[in-house]
């Protein structure tokens, strides 16, 4: 529809009418069904206020959005179609790695990938709008939803999040394989005190135009539709209520001028957190801040007429909003294909899953990362006996929260990837322990430990289950839960050819086990394929090459822990493990965490030779092109994740003693040598100084390549 024709449709629609386009209700409260809800129970009101409303979320099938749709569609006097919205976070049916998992692949045209073949299915399945990326910027591991994010770096989140966004719009909204996408949780969702979901937050300006903004500035950027404000207090005020972040640094800086949306309830929580006196109050101070869409809370259906009419809101808003939402539908082509190609024979998304797949294995390796190795893996193909130990040993719950449409039953076990890999080998499957927190259960060690001691080879599978990271998931500690501690150390140490390989949707404190671990493959929540990925990564059928998006602590009372910290006025001077009275640091615990952002291993070595800048002096504004040569020392073939680091060495506000500049992959045989050429946007030199201003400060800056905390080599270069 042309621009003239929907400004026409919207000047020949009710105030009603144009409310409801700004109104989202489940498909649960509409169909009256008890179908799956993703927060609490959606309030039911009476058949006339929920009369007109603009877009669905959570329904389970193509089918359910044709019928409604149509049925909507059929009733009033302006047909406007529904937007059917879900949270497609990575993957619909064939699920993909967790995207924490997904940003340590380093690899953005993989993400893109995996966001396109989501959107595909999902499409198919009859969604128009994904509630993707998710780049709150997150330094605790104690909040569950970090599996979500994009990991601790602004830089990496940003670049995975704009993939994200590419792959699931495509180059044309009206593609039927193509879904309009949601940015969320705008903005410091994922600094909750203690941890705690939906718990407050307080960061300086400082820290937030640092940290915390850039990413969904590069989402909006990269084409982003929507975007979800946070419903946690932010410096004292909830985001969809705060005007400074919503009017003044989303609307008047940033110029966005596509749609948002609330989070789950968020209008009717304002008034459990003190800020609005009653729904009416909420529906207002929404409004104010340029709140399009209220998801459930049902305050714009009940009560924004009446702002309106009673002069609170002007019908100018309401306008404005409306026209947002109109011109989503019309990017999606829903004036045309209501249905937007979505299918209504469930072999349509099945036949995508089948394709789908070989995708969902190369993710789940690709993001894998090799925390630990003492030489034991790759295990030999030729092994006889293989025990896969671990409440994950046989489990197909190794998908990950938010894959809302995925199908278990789909998931490929470890214990199936390593038949299907040996057929010839005995393989053992026992479970040893539950990883249920707080469970006390250690009568099935002893059995585990016999199937170690008469393997030639253990597989080791521990960690958290799926519903113990996502929404609400938060946890106080976060090392293995119930008995697996014991369970590694007892199988450990019945056989020393073990491989401990980690599940789970969050850094974990792995202290305990560390030690007495010969080798630790963190696999994250792996997706569909996660047996299949397990199995050629651990007999050397496939290489690891994964990083950590996101450190992993040496324990709890390090947290919030990242790698890009500052510097204090007495940095810590001694090695790691040991004390220095009168400097930063802990008596009792190192500084650094266990596995810092950036680590992970391979089956070789690499030597890095070379880091030759193009220039050391440059004027502000330039980037900078750089050169990394390295050599393959092993017996491998490998990948290397290069990783450039930089540190502007005297400014005007303190600075991170590393922050991630740029970073490219290269494989290499054995033996050989190679190349990669990087450059470090000038965008990476800027500061968020004192008077408010991003700026480039000029002056000395260290670069070095390696990963956060090892430097191996560096030069430095100067800002003119
Ligand atoms: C609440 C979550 O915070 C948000 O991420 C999600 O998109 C909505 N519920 C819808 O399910």
């Not at 989402?219 to 972040?245: E, K, Q, Y």
């Not at 980690?502 to 030690?515: K, Y």
């Not at 050629?536 to 390090?558: W, Y």
Request: one cysteine or more; glycine letters at 8%; proline letters at 5%.
């Amino acid at each position: 529809m042309k621009a003239e024709a929907l400004k026409e449709l919207l000047d020949s629609m009710s105030l009603a009418e144009k409310i409801g386009q700004l109104v989202q209700w489940n498909y649960a409260a509409l169909a009256m069904t008890d179908a799956e809800v993703t927060g609490p129970e959606t309030l039911r009101l009476s058949a006339d206020a929920m009369k007109y409303f603009g877009s669905v979320l959570n329904f389970s099938s193509a089918d359910e959005m044709i019928r409604l749709q149509k049925q909507y569609m059929s009733g009033g006097e302006h047909p406007v179609p529904l937007l059917f919205m879900m949270d497609v976070i990575h993957g619909y049916r064939t699920a993909f790695p967790i995207p924490l998992a997904q940003a340590g692949s380093f690899d953005p045209d993989l993400v893109r990938e995996c966001a396109k073949a989501a959107s595909a299915e999902a499409a198919a399945g009859g969604v128009h709008l994904t509630f993707t990326p998710m780049v709150d910027h997150v330094r605790d591991p104690r909040w569950g939803r970090v599996m979500e994010s994009c990991g601790e770096d602004p830089y990496l989140s940003g670049i995975m999040g704009a993939a994200q966004v590419e792959g699931f719009r495509g180059k044309d909204l009206t593609d039927k394989n193509a879904l309009a996408v949601c940015v969320k949780h705008y903005a410091g969702y994922g600094a909750p005190e203690g941890g705690r979901d939906y718990n407050q937050a307080e960061l300086s300006e400082h820290v937030l135009r640092e940290w915390y903004l850039p990413a969904y500035k590069a989402c909006l950027d990269a084409g982003a539709d929507m975007i979800m404000p946070s419903f946690n207090a932010l410096n004292g005020i909830p985001s969809v209520a705060n005007p400074w972040l919503m009017n003044q640094v989303l609307r008047d800086e940033w110029h966005f001028n596509g749609t948002v949306i609330s989070d789950y309830n968020a209008l009717d929580e304002l008034i459990t957190q003190g800020i609005a006196e009653n729904r009416r109050h909420a529906a207002v101070l929404a409004m104010n801040c340029g709140c399009d869409i209220d998801m459930v809370s049902g305050c714009y259906a009940s009560d924004l007429e009446k702002a309106v009419r009673d002069g609170l809101i002007s019908e100018e808003q309401i306008n404005t909003a409306a026209m947002r939402v109109l011109k989503v539908k019309n990017d999606l082509g829903l004036f045309e294909d209501p249905f937007h190609g979505a299918s209504a024979d469930p072999e349509t998304v099945g036949n995508l899953v089948r394709q789908h797949r070989t995708l969902a294995e190369k993710a789940a390796v690709e993001s894998a990362v090799l925390l630990k190795n003492n030489g034991v893996l790759p295990f030999a193909g030729s092994v006889k006996k293989v025990a896969v130990i671990g409440p994950f040993a046989s489990s197909r719950e190794i998908v990950g929260a938010w894959c809302c449409n995925c199908d278990t039953s789909e998931t490929v076990t470890v214990a199936e990837g390593i038949r299907a890999l040996l057929p010839d080998a005995e393989i053992t499957a026992v479970s040893g322990c539950s990883a249920r927190i707080g469970d006390k259960d250690g009568s099935m060690i002893n059995e585990a430990v016999r199937a170690a001691e008469n393997a030639d080879c253990v597989v080791l599978c521990v960690g958290e289950e799926m519903e113990c990271s996502g929404e609400g998931r938060s946890r106080a500690s976060v090392t293995l839960p119930g008995m697996q501690a014991e369970l590694v150390r007892r199988v450990t140490g019945a056989n020393p050819v073990t491989a401990v390989v980690l599940f789970g949707g969050r850094p974990l404190d792995l202290t305990e086990i560390d030690a007495v671990s010969p080798a630790l493959l963190e696999m994250w929540m792996p997706g569909t394929e996660g047996g299949t990925a397990v199995a050629k990564l651990l007999f050397g059928v496939a290489e690891p090459c994964g990083r950590l998006a996101m450190s992993f602590p040496k324990s709890v009372g390090q947290l919030p822990l990242f790698y890009a910290r500052s510097n204090t006025g007495r940095p810590k001077q001694v090695p790691e493990d040991e004390y220095q009275p009168y400097c930063s640091n802990y008596m009792d615990c190192g500084n650094l965490p266990l596995y810092s952002f950036g680590h992970g291993l391979t089956y070789t070595e690499f030597r890095y030779d070379e880091l030759r800048p193009e220039k050391t002096v440059l004027r502000a504004g330039e980037d900078l092109n750089v050169t990394v040569r390295l050599t393959n020392t092993g017996k491998r073939t490998g990948t290397e994740i290069v990783q450039l680091y930089i540190n502007d060495k005297v400014s005007s506000v303190v600075t991170p003693v590393q922050k991630l500049a740029a970073f490219a992959k290269i494989s290499l045989a054995p033996g050989e040598s190679g190349e990669v050429r990087l450059t470090v946007s000038s965008e990476r030199m800027r500061l968020w100084n004192f008077s408010g201003q991003s700026v480039i400060e000029p002056g000395e800056f260290e670069i070095f390549a390696g990963y956060a905390d090892h430097p191996l080599l560096t030069r430095t270069f100067t800002v003119i």
